[in-house]
């Protein structure tokens, strides 16, 4: 199977010159930021205005989501009663963020509470039976899930047979049966009210709080007391949401816009500690992604994620420091089984020699069930299929996918659901367990269902880009302007224009494999800086066309405009 060498590049709208011109005058921007606010369907003056105020006062009540008045309910008794909570998360990024969101809020409440993280390798995903058991024997009545629990029929069963009051708060696809629990709450519930789907598990957890406090409230519980800011927990938001991989628009955008400028301040010594070790100078959707939270979820793919979340809780910046360089050394170490890992796929399917698949399932007794989400994603980018890697043990495989536009991966393994032990997640993303004996038939069932659903052209990488403009159109001022679209992310990338016959001139290979270069049209000419390209655009001379994203560069002092580029072909 060779990787993709090619990729298609589409517009993602078209958009007039003079419906440009007159949102950009309607709101005081330039025309590249007009240009890509009705790009992406925000041509209405008030829509626009909207997306860039991003206010937190335009989120949605809390009590659209179903059950949340129960839920609120309940615990708001548990605080006034000191009865102590056990809130149960997971061992990625999400759950971290979204344990620990719920153990300070719910103690500034007023709330007596405790938590538990499983352990990957013993306990797997989900609610902990074992968990269970001990906050009954050791007296606690009340559960909170945040980021698991909506498939956990069994375990939720059981919290029944003890007397326990199960909350869960989660936030991916329901089954058919739900399991029974004092409370439910997920915005994908048949019926749910709540405007956004796409909420991360801390997200869901967020609002929970708000409907907490305003019960709290409404009961006169603050009037001897001080109510907590919950403004102050978006960094936490921020942080799960960001790493789970949601759209970060409407709700989403409106949370991580906040947490982002929280990020920022190093308020927690935690995070100000896992800043200063990952090098992050400033807090973007790219530094949490890929420097922050790499190291929180490293704890949780090889060892125990509740250090992360002790982490995140500590007020003193001694334990900080010492954690985080747990966490970055979790994180070494975790890099160099990935490097493995995915070696070792490599050679799999090179031995497999099958390059017509549409789908990519391996399984191997080497691997460790940690880091093959990340290698999943890794295979996905560079052969662009759905993939799926399973970690074998004592005839038992535990698994983690990636798919691709086309091809809806919980669906597809709803369908194969016969053949699996159990499965849970999202349209890109997904987790499995199955019989060792039944991965044969699963892996042919799996390939017909990316056969039915993919054509030819869905396995070819899409690049949408912001349509095509002159290097002239990237001025300074209206370059800067461009933060103003931001967070980026998933629904909301960063910027990316077609620049169309610009000669390519000065190239050099700059650090292992970057590429720096000139591009000039006319008597315009700007620096570019293409990752991890030099040897991939060897030799490339004279007219090109690119894909590029034009950005601030801050060096000495001073500030200029540089494009970094995703793409470059010769033109014509």
Same mark, same amino acid.
């Given at each position: 199977?060779?990787?993709?060498?090619?990729?298609?590049?589409?517009?993602?709208?078209?958009?007039?010159?003079?419906?440009?011109?007159?949102?950009?005058?309607?709101?005081?921007?330039?025309?590249?930021?007009?240009?890509?606010?009705?790009?992406?369907?925000?041509?209405?003056?008030?829509?626009?205005?909207?997306?860039?105020?991003?206010?937190?006062?335009?989120?949605?009540?809390?009590?659209?989501?179903?059950?949340?008045?129960?839920?609120?309910?309940?615990?708001?008794?548990?605080?006034?009663?000191?009865?102590?909570?056990?809130?149960?998360?997971?061992?990625?990024?999400?759950?971290?963020?979204?344990?620990?969101?719920?153990?300070?809020?719910?103690?500034?409440?007023?709330?007596?509470?405790?938590?538990?993280?499983?352990?990957?390798?013993?306990?797997?995903?989900?609610?902990?039976?074992?968990?269970?058991?001990?906050?009954?024997?050791?007296?606690?009545?009340?559960?909170?899930?945040?980021?698991? /629990?909506?498939?956990?029929?069994?375990?939720?069963?059981?919290?029944?047979?003890? /007397?326990?009051?199960?909350?869960?708060?989660?936030?991916?696809?329901?089954?058919?049966?739900?399991?029974?629990?004092?409370?439910?709450?997920?915005?994908?519930?048949?019926?749910?009210?709540?405007?956004?789907?796409?909420?991360?598990?801390?997200?869901?957890?967020?609002?929970?709080?708000?409907?907490?406090?305003?019960?709290?409230?409404?009961?006169?519980?603050?009037?001897?007391?001080?109510?907590?800011?919950?403004?102050?927990?978006?960094?936490?938001?921020?942080? /799960?949401?960001?790493?789970?991989?949601?759209?970060?628009?409407?709700?989403?955008?409106?949370?991580?816009?906040?947490?982002?400028?929280?990020?920022?301040?190093?308020?927690?010594?935690?995070?100000?500690?896992?800043?200063?070790?990952?090098?992050?100078?400033?807090?973007?959707?790219?530094?949490?992604?890929?420097?922050?939270?790499?190291?929180?979820?490293?704890?949780?793919?090889?060892?125990?994620?509740?250090?992360?979340?002790?982490?995140?809780?500590?007020?003193?910046?001694?334990?900080?420091?010492?954690?985080?360089?747990?966490?970055?050394?979790?994180?070494?170490?975790?890099?160099?089984?990935?490097?493995?890992?995915?070696?070792?796929?490599?050679?799999?399917?090179?031995?497999?020699?099958?390059?017509?698949?549409?789908?990519?399932?391996?399984?191997?007794?080497?691997?460790?069930?940690?880091?093959?989400?990340?290698?999943?994603?890794?295979?996905?980018?560079?052969?662009?299929?759905?993939?799926?890697?399973?970690?074998?043990?004592?005839?038992?495989?535990?698994?983690?996918?990636?798919?691709?536009? /086309?091809?809806?991966?919980?669906?597809?393994?709803?369908?194969?659901?016969?053949?699996?032990?159990?499965?849970?997640?999202?349209?890109?993303?997904?987790?499995?367990?199955?019989?060792?004996?039944?991965?044969?038939?699963?892996?042919?069932?799996?390939?017909?269902?990316?056969?039915?659903?993919?054509?030819?052209?869905?396995?070819?990488?899409?690049?949408?880009?912001?349509?095509?403009?002159?290097?002239?159109?990237?001025?300074?001022?209206?370059?800067?302007?461009?933060?103003?679209?931001?967070?980026?992310?998933?629904?909301?990338?960063?910027?990316?224009?077609?620049?169309?016959?610009?000669?390519?001139?000065?190239?050099?290979?700059?650090?292992?494999?970057?590429?720096?270069?000139?591009?000039?049209?006319?008597?315009?000419?700007?620096?570019?800086?293409?990752?991890?390209?030099?040897?991939?655009?060897?030799?490339?001379?004279?007219?090109?066309?690119?894909?590029?994203?034009?950005?601030?560069?801050?060096?000495?002092?001073?500030?200029?405009?540089?494009?970094?580029?995703?793409?470059?072909?010769?033109?014509?």
């Amino acid at each position: 199977m060779d990787p993709v060498a090619r990729r298609h590049w589409q517009a993602r709208a078209a958009t007039d010159p003079g419906s440009v011109r007159a949102l950009a005058e309607a709101l005081g921007l330039s025309p590249l930021s007009a240009r890509i606010l009705l790009g992406r369907g925000l041509g209405e003056i008030a829509a626009a205005r909207h997306f860039l105020a991003a206010r937190l006062a335009a989120l949605p009540d809390p009590l659209l989501l179903s059950n949340m008045d129960q839920a609120a309910r309940r615990l708001a008794q548990a605080v006034r009663g000191q009865e102590e909570i056990v809130v149960h998360g997971d061992y990625d990024v999400d759950g971290i963020t979204g344990a620990a969101l719920l153990v300070e809020s719910l103690r500034a409440l007023g709330a007596q509470v405790d938590f538990h993280i499983p352990l990957r390798l013993r306990d797997g995903y989900g609610l902990s039976a074992a968990a269970l058991r001990d906050a009954q024997a050791q007296g606690k009545r009340l559960v909170v899930s945040v980021d698991c /629990g909506i498939s956990a029929l069994d375990e939720a069963r059981l919290a029944r047979e003890l /007397g326990l009051d199960l909350i869960i708060t989660d936030h991916h696809q329901p089954p058919e049966q739900l399991p029974p629990a004092l409370a439910l709450i997920n915005p994908h519930l048949p019926g749910d009210k709540f405007p956004e789907k796409h909420l991360a598990g801390v997200g869901v957890a967020f609002f929970l709080l708000l409907a907490v406090r305003r019960q709290l409230r409404d009961e006169g519980w603050f009037a001897a007391r001080p109510e907590p800011d919950l403004r102050l927990m978006l960094d936490f938001v921020a942080l /799960g949401t960001i790493a789970d991989i949601v759209p970060l628009t409407g709700v989403n955008r409106i949370l991580v816009r906040a947490g982002l400028d929280l990020l920022a301040q190093d308020r927690r010594p935690g995070l100000a500690a896992l800043r200063q070790i990952a090098g992050v100078r400033e807090v973007t959707c790219g530094a949490v992604g890929f420097q922050l939270a790499p190291r929180l979820n490293a704890a949780g793919r090889l060892e125990d994620a509740a250090l992360a979340v002790r982490l995140l809780l500590t007020r003193d910046a001694e334990k900080a420091r010492d954690i985080a360089r747990q966490l970055d050394e979790c994180n070494r170490e975790r890099q160099s089984i990935e490097a493995e890992t995915f070696d070792q796929a490599l050679e799999r399917l090179d031995a497999l020699d099958q390059p017509w698949r549409r789908s990519i399932v391996l399984a191997d007794e080497r691997w460790h069930p940690g880091v093959i989400g990340i290698v999943a994603s890794r295979l996905v980018e560079r052969f662009h299929r759905p993939t799926l890697l399973i970690a074998l043990d004592k005839g038992r495989g535990k698994g983690s996918g990636r798919s691709i536009r /086309g091809l809806h991966l919980y669906q597809a393994l709803s369908a194969c659901g016969d053949r699996l032990l159990g499965f849970g997640g999202h349209e890109y993303a997904a987790g499995l367990s199955i019989a060792a004996e039944e991965l044969d038939n699963f892996t042919e069932q799996f390939e017909a269902l990316a056969c039915a659903a993919l054509t030819e052209d869905d396995l070819l990488p899409q690049l949408l880009h912001d349509g095509v403009v002159d290097l002239a159109a990237f001025a300074q001022a209206d370059v800067a302007e461009l933060a103003a679209l931001a967070p980026f992310g998933p629904g909301n990338p960063e910027p990316l224009f077609r620049v169309n016959g610009a000669v390519f001139e000065r190239p050099r290979c700059v650090g292992r494999d970057h590429l720096q270069f000139q591009l000039r049209q006319e008597d315009v000419s700007l620096p570019c800086i293409a990752f991890g390209a030099a040897a991939r655009w060897q030799g490339i001379n004279g007219w090109v066309d690119v894909l590029c994203t034009p950005q601030i560069n801050r060096w000495q002092g001073r500030e200029s405009v540089q494009l970094r580029v995703k793409d470059l072909r010769e033109n014509g």
